[in-house]
Protein backbone atom coordinates (compact mmCIF):
# COMPACT_ATOMS: atom_id res chain seq x y z
CA UNK A 1 0.00 0.00 0.00
CA UNK A 2 2.59 2.21 0.90
CA UNK A 3 4.20 1.96 -2.97
CA UNK A 4 1.82 0.90 -4.88
CA UNK A 5 -1.33 3.47 -3.87
CA UNK A 6 0.82 6.72 -4.77
CA UNK A 7 1.90 5.02 -8.01
CA UNK A 8 -1.76 4.16 -8.91
CA UNK A 9 -2.64 8.04 -7.77
CA UNK A 10 -0.09 9.38 -10.23
CA UNK A 11 -1.17 7.05 -12.83
CA UNK A 12 -4.58 8.50 -12.80
CA UNK A 13 -3.83 11.89 -12.02
CA UNK A 14 -1.95 11.41 -15.24
CA UNK A 15 -4.02 10.06 -17.42
CA UNK A 16 -7.04 12.35 -16.06
CA UNK A 17 -5.20 15.30 -17.54
CA UNK A 18 -4.13 13.91 -21.00
CA UNK A 19 -6.86 12.96 -21.23
CA UNK A 20 -8.88 16.13 -21.14
CA UNK A 21 -6.95 17.35 -23.24
CA UNK A 22 -8.27 15.21 -26.02
CA UNK A 23 -11.94 15.24 -24.55
CA UNK A 24 -12.71 19.08 -23.35
CA UNK A 25 -16.29 17.71 -22.09
CA UNK A 26 -17.95 16.76 -19.12
CA UNK A 27 -16.52 15.17 -16.68
CA UNK A 28 -13.13 15.75 -18.04
CA UNK A 29 -13.18 18.95 -17.94
CA UNK A 30 -14.34 19.40 -14.65
CA UNK A 31 -11.69 16.77 -13.85
CA UNK A 32 -9.14 18.67 -14.95
CA UNK A 33 -10.33 22.11 -13.37
CA UNK A 34 -10.68 20.22 -9.85
CA UNK A 35 -7.23 18.64 -9.81
CA UNK A 36 -5.72 21.94 -11.11
CA UNK A 37 -6.97 23.90 -8.09
CA UNK A 38 -5.91 20.84 -6.17
CA UNK A 39 -2.87 21.00 -7.31
CA UNK A 40 -2.24 24.94 -6.66
CA UNK A 41 -3.23 23.78 -3.01
CA UNK A 42 -0.98 21.16 -2.47
CA UNK A 43 1.72 22.79 -4.08
CA UNK A 44 1.31 25.51 -1.47
CA UNK A 45 1.88 23.04 1.66
CA UNK A 46 4.97 21.69 -0.47
CA UNK A 47 6.59 25.19 -0.19
CA UNK A 48 5.41 25.72 3.37
CA UNK A 49 7.29 22.28 3.76
CA UNK A 50 10.43 24.05 2.26
CA UNK A 51 10.11 26.80 4.66
CA UNK A 52 9.90 24.40 7.68
CA UNK A 53 12.82 22.62 6.37
CA UNK A 54 14.84 25.09 6.29
CA UNK A 55 14.05 26.68 9.70
CA UNK A 56 14.69 23.41 11.40
CA UNK A 57 18.20 23.35 9.81
CA UNK A 58 18.42 26.78 10.93
CA UNK A 59 17.65 25.82 14.57
CA UNK A 60 20.12 22.38 14.33
CA UNK A 61 23.12 24.87 13.64
CA UNK A 62 22.07 27.27 16.56
CA UNK A 63 21.23 24.41 18.89
CA UNK A 64 24.72 22.42 18.26
CA UNK A 65 26.78 25.76 17.95
CA UNK A 66 28.23 25.00 14.32
CA UNK A 67 30.72 27.48 13.09
CA UNK A 68 29.16 30.51 12.55
CA UNK A 69 25.83 29.93 14.30
CA UNK A 70 25.08 33.34 14.61
CA UNK A 71 24.88 34.12 11.24
CA UNK A 72 22.14 31.56 11.18
CA UNK A 73 20.24 33.25 13.85
CA UNK A 74 20.31 36.42 12.15
CA UNK A 75 19.16 34.59 8.99
CA UNK A 76 16.64 32.74 11.40
CA UNK A 77 15.32 36.45 13.00
CA UNK A 78 15.00 38.25 9.46
CA UNK A 79 12.83 34.62 8.45
CA UNK A 80 10.49 35.41 11.46
CA UNK A 81 10.18 39.18 11.80
CA UNK A 82 9.48 39.61 7.53
CA UNK A 83 7.09 36.40 7.65
CA UNK A 84 4.96 38.06 11.15
CA UNK A 85 4.83 41.54 9.44
CA UNK A 86 3.71 39.95 5.74
CA UNK A 87 1.13 38.06 7.73
CA UNK A 88 -0.06 40.52 10.42
CA UNK A 89 -0.47 43.65 8.10
CA UNK A 90 -0.20 42.33 4.47
CA UNK A 91 1.89 42.95 1.15
CA UNK A 92 0.68 46.35 -1.00
CA UNK A 93 -1.43 43.47 -2.77
CA UNK A 94 -2.93 41.54 -0.09
CA UNK A 95 -5.01 42.26 3.25
CA UNK A 96 -3.54 41.15 6.12
CA UNK A 97 -4.66 39.26 9.11
CA UNK A 98 -4.62 42.05 11.19
CA UNK A 99 -6.13 44.45 8.14
CA UNK A 100 -4.08 47.02 5.98
CA UNK A 101 -2.60 48.57 9.06
CA UNK A 102 -3.01 52.29 7.92
CA UNK A 103 -1.80 53.45 11.15
CA UNK A 104 1.49 51.53 10.78
CA UNK A 105 1.54 52.19 7.18
CA UNK A 106 1.49 56.18 8.16
CA UNK A 107 4.20 55.87 10.93
CA UNK A 108 6.65 53.65 8.36
CA UNK A 109 4.73 54.92 5.16
CA UNK A 110 4.70 52.13 3.61
CA UNK A 111 3.47 48.08 4.85
CA UNK A 112 6.23 46.97 6.95
CA UNK A 113 6.33 43.94 4.66
CA UNK A 114 6.95 46.38 1.57
CA UNK A 115 9.27 48.83 3.90
CA UNK A 116 11.24 45.13 4.22
CA UNK A 117 11.08 44.57 0.79
CA UNK A 118 12.34 47.52 -0.32
CA UNK A 119 15.29 48.74 2.37
CA UNK A 120 16.61 45.11 2.44
CA UNK A 121 15.28 42.41 0.13
CA UNK A 122 15.74 44.69 -2.74
CA UNK A 123 18.91 45.86 -2.22
CA UNK A 124 20.04 42.37 -1.29
CA UNK A 125 19.10 40.76 -4.01
CA UNK A 126 20.34 43.10 -6.89
CA UNK A 127 23.43 43.84 -5.27
CA UNK A 128 24.01 40.16 -4.77
CA UNK A 129 23.01 39.32 -8.59
CA UNK A 130 25.34 42.53 -9.63
CA UNK A 131 27.42 40.82 -7.96
CA UNK A 132 28.08 38.57 -10.72
CA UNK A 133 29.28 40.90 -13.23
CA UNK A 134 32.74 41.07 -11.86
CA UNK A 135 32.63 36.59 -11.69
CA UNK A 136 31.29 36.86 -15.46
CA UNK A 137 34.19 38.98 -16.53
CA UNK A 138 36.44 36.28 -14.77
CA UNK A 139 34.90 33.90 -16.55
CA UNK A 140 35.09 35.19 -20.05
CA UNK A 141 38.55 35.73 -19.37
CA UNK A 142 39.09 32.00 -18.74
CA UNK A 143 36.69 31.32 -21.82
CA UNK A 144 39.56 33.35 -23.91
CA UNK A 145 42.52 31.82 -22.31
CA UNK A 146 40.97 28.03 -24.01
CA UNK A 147 41.83 29.56 -27.26
CA UNK A 148 39.56 26.41 -28.96
CA UNK A 149 37.45 26.90 -32.19
CA UNK A 150 33.87 26.96 -29.73
CA UNK A 151 35.09 29.23 -26.84
CA UNK A 152 36.12 31.48 -29.66
CA UNK A 153 32.73 31.36 -31.34
CA UNK A 154 31.18 31.91 -27.61
CA UNK A 155 33.23 35.18 -26.94
CA UNK A 156 33.21 36.57 -30.45
CA UNK A 157 28.84 35.97 -30.32
CA UNK A 158 29.26 37.38 -27.37
CA UNK A 159 31.06 40.33 -28.15
CA UNK A 160 28.78 41.13 -31.04
CA UNK A 161 25.98 40.76 -29.24
CA UNK A 162 26.97 43.09 -26.06
CA UNK A 163 28.05 45.92 -28.44
CA UNK A 164 24.66 45.41 -30.87
CA UNK A 165 22.70 45.87 -28.24
CA UNK A 166 24.47 48.95 -27.08
CA UNK A 167 24.75 52.34 -28.83
CA UNK A 168 28.79 52.41 -29.10
CA UNK A 169 28.60 49.52 -30.86
CA UNK A 170 26.64 51.63 -33.34
CA UNK A 171 29.02 54.20 -33.40
CA UNK A 172 31.77 51.83 -33.83
CA UNK A 173 30.70 50.57 -37.29
CA UNK A 174 28.79 54.05 -38.10
CA UNK A 175 31.46 54.24 -40.63
CA UNK A 176 30.30 51.22 -43.12
CA UNK A 177 28.85 52.48 -46.00
CA UNK A 178 24.76 52.00 -46.38
CA UNK A 179 25.26 49.21 -49.08
CA UNK A 180 27.28 46.92 -46.85
CA UNK A 181 24.54 47.89 -43.44
CA UNK A 182 24.21 44.31 -42.51
CA UNK A 183 28.02 44.34 -41.39
CA UNK A 184 26.60 47.15 -38.82
CA UNK A 185 27.47 45.94 -35.61
CA UNK A 186 23.23 46.56 -34.41
CA UNK A 187 21.81 44.61 -37.85
CA UNK A 188 24.61 41.75 -37.28
CA UNK A 189 23.78 41.24 -33.75
CA UNK A 190 20.14 41.45 -34.59
CA UNK A 191 21.12 38.92 -37.34
CA UNK A 192 22.31 36.09 -34.71
CA UNK A 193 19.47 36.65 -32.47
CA UNK A 194 16.87 35.95 -35.09
CA UNK A 195 18.68 32.98 -37.13
CA UNK A 196 21.50 30.87 -35.84
CA UNK A 197 20.45 31.55 -32.08
CA UNK A 198 16.95 30.90 -32.79
CA UNK A 199 18.15 27.56 -34.39
CA UNK A 200 20.01 26.43 -31.47
CA UNK A 201 17.04 27.70 -29.24
CA UNK A 202 14.72 25.78 -31.70
CA UNK A 203 17.27 22.66 -31.20
CA UNK A 204 16.88 22.96 -27.21
CA UNK A 205 13.06 23.73 -27.39
CA UNK A 206 12.64 20.54 -29.51
CA UNK A 207 15.22 17.82 -27.69
CA UNK A 208 14.46 18.73 -23.87
CA UNK A 209 10.30 18.46 -25.13
CA UNK A 210 11.10 15.11 -26.41
CA UNK A 211 13.33 14.73 -22.82
CA UNK A 212 10.47 15.95 -20.85
CA UNK A 213 7.63 13.98 -22.78
CA UNK A 214 9.53 10.54 -22.21
CA UNK A 215 9.65 11.00 -18.84
CA UNK A 216 6.41 12.42 -17.74
CA UNK A 217 5.27 8.94 -19.94
CA UNK A 218 7.38 6.92 -17.56
CA UNK A 219 6.18 8.55 -14.42
CA UNK A 220 2.93 8.53 -15.17
CA UNK A 221 3.26 4.74 -16.51
CA UNK A 222 5.09 3.76 -13.01
CA UNK A 223 8.42 3.10 -14.80
CA UNK A 224 10.02 5.84 -12.91
CA UNK A 225 9.20 6.09 -8.94
CA UNK A 226 12.38 7.88 -7.92
CA UNK A 227 9.78 10.61 -6.63
CA UNK A 228 8.55 8.08 -3.69
CA UNK A 229 12.29 7.75 -1.92
CA UNK A 230 13.63 4.36 -0.70
CA UNK A 231 11.67 2.08 2.12
CA UNK A 232 14.26 2.55 4.37
CA UNK B 1 8.30 59.67 11.68
CA UNK B 2 7.93 58.76 8.54
CA UNK B 3 10.68 61.24 7.14
CA UNK B 4 13.18 59.28 9.93
CA UNK B 5 11.38 55.77 8.93
CA UNK B 6 12.40 56.43 5.18
CA UNK B 7 16.18 57.62 6.11
CA UNK B 8 16.56 54.35 8.36
CA UNK B 9 15.43 52.42 5.05
CA UNK B 10 17.90 54.16 2.79
CA UNK B 11 21.06 53.50 5.55
CA UNK B 12 19.67 49.83 5.92
CA UNK B 13 20.08 49.70 1.81
CA UNK B 14 23.53 51.21 1.83
CA UNK B 15 24.72 48.81 4.65
CA UNK B 16 23.59 45.91 2.71
CA UNK B 17 24.70 46.83 -0.58
CA UNK B 18 28.26 47.81 0.55
CA UNK B 19 27.90 44.45 2.77
CA UNK B 20 27.96 42.42 -0.61
CA UNK B 21 30.04 44.38 -2.36
CA UNK B 22 32.45 43.55 0.31
CA UNK B 23 32.93 39.99 -0.90
CA UNK B 24 34.73 41.37 -4.02
CA UNK B 25 37.84 42.15 -1.03
CA UNK B 26 37.29 38.35 0.37
CA UNK B 27 34.55 36.33 2.38
CA UNK B 28 33.87 38.23 5.88
CA UNK B 29 31.56 38.42 8.55
CA UNK B 30 29.75 41.65 7.26
CA UNK B 31 28.83 39.34 3.63
CA UNK B 32 27.87 36.05 5.72
CA UNK B 33 25.72 38.42 7.90
CA UNK B 34 23.88 40.30 4.79
CA UNK B 35 24.00 36.48 3.16
CA UNK B 36 22.01 34.38 5.95
CA UNK B 37 19.35 38.07 6.04
CA UNK B 38 18.56 37.74 2.50
CA UNK B 39 18.05 33.58 2.54
CA UNK B 40 15.68 34.42 5.34
CA UNK B 41 13.97 37.27 3.99
CA UNK B 42 13.80 35.46 0.48
CA UNK B 43 12.15 32.22 2.98
CA UNK B 44 9.50 34.80 4.20
CA UNK B 45 8.77 36.68 1.24
CA UNK B 46 7.71 33.91 -0.63
CA UNK B 47 5.98 31.95 1.99
CA UNK B 48 3.90 35.41 2.53
CA UNK B 49 3.06 35.57 -1.14
CA UNK B 50 1.82 31.70 -1.41
CA UNK B 51 -0.34 32.12 1.35
CA UNK B 52 -1.92 35.13 0.10
CA UNK B 53 -1.83 33.91 -3.54
CA UNK B 54 -2.17 30.16 -3.53
CA UNK B 55 -3.68 29.35 0.33
CA UNK B 56 -5.96 32.19 0.86
CA UNK B 57 -8.43 31.83 -2.18
CA UNK B 58 -7.92 28.31 -3.26
CA UNK B 59 -8.62 27.18 0.18
CA UNK B 60 -8.80 29.58 3.74
CA UNK B 61 -11.22 31.69 1.88
CA UNK B 62 -13.57 29.01 0.40
CA UNK B 63 -13.46 27.19 3.20
CA UNK B 64 -14.33 30.00 5.74
CA UNK B 65 -17.36 31.52 3.24
CA UNK B 66 -18.97 28.21 2.63
CA UNK B 67 -17.95 25.54 4.05
CA UNK B 68 -20.50 22.93 3.36
CA UNK B 69 -20.25 23.90 -0.43
CA UNK B 70 -16.71 23.45 -0.74
CA UNK B 71 -16.58 20.24 1.66
CA UNK B 72 -14.34 18.33 -0.91
CA UNK B 73 -11.02 21.05 -0.43
CA UNK B 74 -10.55 19.61 2.57
CA UNK B 75 -9.33 16.58 0.42
CA UNK B 76 -6.51 18.29 -0.84
CA UNK B 77 -6.06 20.06 2.50
CA UNK B 78 -6.13 16.65 3.99
CA UNK B 79 -3.43 15.61 1.32
CA UNK B 80 -1.66 18.50 2.24
CA UNK B 81 -0.86 18.10 6.04
CA UNK B 82 -0.01 14.85 4.92
CA UNK B 83 2.67 16.56 3.33
CA UNK B 84 3.84 17.97 6.05
CA UNK B 85 4.31 14.89 7.75
CA UNK B 86 7.07 14.73 6.09
CA UNK B 87 9.05 16.35 8.93
CA UNK B 88 8.63 13.29 11.32
CA UNK B 89 10.76 10.22 9.89
CA UNK B 90 8.20 7.91 10.96
CA UNK B 91 5.41 9.52 9.08
CA UNK B 92 7.83 10.15 5.88
CA UNK B 93 5.39 7.64 3.89
CA UNK B 94 2.44 9.56 3.86
CA UNK B 95 3.65 12.47 1.96
CA UNK B 96 4.11 9.90 -0.51
CA UNK B 97 0.28 10.24 -1.80
CA UNK B 98 -0.25 13.88 -2.07
CA UNK B 99 3.84 13.94 -3.79
CA UNK B 100 2.44 11.21 -6.39
CA UNK B 101 -0.97 13.62 -6.95
CA UNK B 102 1.37 16.43 -7.85
CA UNK B 103 4.06 14.43 -10.27
CA UNK B 104 1.10 12.43 -11.73
CA UNK B 105 -0.56 15.96 -12.66
CA UNK B 106 2.51 17.74 -13.56
CA UNK B 107 3.73 14.48 -15.58
CA UNK B 108 -0.15 14.72 -17.71
CA UNK B 109 -0.09 18.82 -17.81
CA UNK B 110 4.22 18.96 -19.17
CA UNK B 111 3.43 16.33 -20.95
CA UNK B 112 0.75 17.82 -23.57
CA UNK B 113 2.02 21.37 -22.83
CA UNK B 114 5.54 20.64 -24.06
CA UNK B 115 3.92 18.13 -26.76
CA UNK B 116 2.02 21.28 -28.01
CA UNK B 117 4.30 24.40 -27.58
CA UNK B 118 7.80 23.20 -27.47
CA UNK B 119 7.60 20.16 -30.24
CA UNK B 120 5.01 20.30 -32.70
CA UNK B 121 4.74 24.08 -33.12
CA UNK B 122 8.53 24.47 -32.81
CA UNK B 123 8.94 22.05 -35.55
CA UNK B 124 6.54 23.55 -37.58
CA UNK B 125 7.78 26.99 -37.59
CA UNK B 126 11.01 25.39 -38.49
CA UNK B 127 8.87 23.91 -41.78
CA UNK B 128 9.47 27.10 -44.23
CA UNK B 129 10.48 27.50 -47.46
CA UNK B 130 13.88 29.77 -47.44
CA UNK B 131 13.71 31.70 -50.70
CA UNK B 132 10.60 33.22 -49.83
CA UNK B 133 12.56 35.83 -47.62
CA UNK B 134 12.81 39.14 -49.49
CA UNK B 135 16.86 39.71 -48.76
CA UNK B 136 19.36 37.64 -49.78
CA UNK B 137 20.40 38.02 -45.48
CA UNK B 138 17.12 36.73 -44.81
CA UNK B 139 17.48 33.87 -47.68
CA UNK B 140 21.10 32.84 -45.60
CA UNK B 141 19.31 33.15 -42.61
CA UNK B 142 16.46 31.00 -43.08
CA UNK B 143 18.99 28.23 -44.46
CA UNK B 144 21.06 28.99 -41.31
CA UNK B 145 17.59 28.51 -39.16
CA UNK B 146 16.77 25.30 -40.80
CA UNK B 147 20.38 23.72 -41.09
CA UNK B 148 21.07 25.07 -37.12
CA UNK B 149 17.76 23.43 -36.01
CA UNK B 150 18.04 20.27 -37.30
CA UNK B 151 21.90 19.57 -36.55
CA UNK B 152 21.49 20.89 -33.35
CA UNK B 153 18.45 17.97 -32.67
CA UNK B 154 20.89 15.83 -33.81
CA UNK B 155 23.68 16.94 -31.58
CA UNK B 156 20.93 15.53 -29.02
CA UNK B 157 20.99 12.43 -30.50
CA UNK B 158 23.25 10.07 -27.67
CA UNK B 159 21.77 6.50 -28.97
CA UNK B 160 24.38 6.28 -31.20
CA UNK B 161 27.66 7.06 -31.27
CA UNK B 162 28.65 9.78 -33.47
CA UNK B 163 31.80 9.35 -35.39
CA UNK B 164 33.70 9.50 -38.93
CA UNK B 165 30.69 11.23 -40.92
CA UNK B 166 28.07 11.30 -38.86
CA UNK B 167 29.79 13.41 -36.46
CA UNK B 168 29.16 16.69 -38.96
CA UNK B 169 26.26 17.62 -38.06
CA UNK B 170 26.55 17.29 -34.49
CA UNK B 171 29.96 19.19 -34.81
CA UNK B 172 27.74 21.68 -36.61
CA UNK B 173 25.02 21.62 -33.78
CA UNK B 174 28.16 22.72 -31.63
CA UNK B 175 28.77 25.41 -33.45
CA UNK B 176 25.00 26.39 -33.67
CA UNK B 177 24.69 26.20 -29.65
CA UNK B 178 27.90 27.75 -29.03
CA UNK B 179 26.70 31.20 -30.86
CA UNK B 180 23.02 30.87 -28.76
CA UNK B 181 25.84 30.35 -25.64
CA UNK B 182 27.22 33.40 -26.76
CA UNK B 183 24.61 35.62 -27.33
CA UNK B 184 22.78 34.46 -23.75
CA UNK B 185 26.44 35.05 -22.61
CA UNK B 186 26.18 38.48 -23.75
CA UNK B 187 22.71 39.38 -22.46
CA UNK B 188 23.67 38.02 -19.43
CA UNK B 189 26.69 40.33 -18.74
CA UNK B 190 24.47 42.65 -19.78
CA UNK B 191 21.70 42.47 -17.18
CA UNK B 192 24.42 41.96 -14.76
CA UNK B 193 26.48 45.15 -15.48
CA UNK B 194 22.58 47.08 -15.70
CA UNK B 195 21.88 46.02 -12.17
CA UNK B 196 25.80 47.04 -10.89
CA UNK B 197 24.91 50.21 -12.73
CA UNK B 198 21.26 50.11 -10.76
CA UNK B 199 23.46 49.57 -7.15
CA UNK B 200 26.23 52.59 -8.13
CA UNK B 201 23.46 55.18 -9.37
CA UNK B 202 21.66 54.08 -6.04
CA UNK B 203 24.58 54.50 -3.84
CA UNK B 204 25.90 58.05 -6.19
CA UNK B 205 22.35 59.35 -6.51
CA UNK B 206 20.22 58.21 -3.48
CA UNK B 207 23.04 58.19 -1.08
CA UNK B 208 25.31 60.40 -1.49
CA UNK B 209 23.25 63.24 -4.01
CA UNK B 210 26.72 63.20 -6.09
CA UNK B 211 24.94 62.72 -9.75
CA UNK B 212 21.28 63.91 -10.15
Keep these: ?232 | MTGFMSTLGLWMAVFFTFSIFSFLYKDNPLYKLSEQIFVGLSAAYWLVYTFFSMMMPNLIVKLSSDFKGNIILLIPATLGFMMLLRIFPKTQWFSRFPIAIMIGTSAGINMVRYTKSDLLSQVSATMINPFAAATTSAIIGNFLLIIGTICGVYFFYFSKKQEGMSAVPSKLGIWFLMISFGASFGYTVMARVSLLIGRLEFLLKDWLHIIK
Excluded at chain 1, 102 to 127: C, E, H, I, M, R
Aim: glycine share 8%; aromatic share 16%; net charge neutral.
Design chain 1, 1 to 232: MKRNLPLIFAFICGIVVVASDFIPHRPFNLMIDTLQNWFMIIVGFAILLGQISLFQSNIYKIQHKVSGWYYYLAGLISFVIMLVLGLLWGTQEYQGLLGHGLAVQAWLGSKPFDYLFDNAYLPLSATMFSLLAFFVASAAYRAFIIRSFESNLLMITAIIVILGRTSFGGMLTSWVPESYSFWHLPNLSDFIMEYPNTAAQRAIMISAALGIIGSSLRIILGIERSYLGSDK
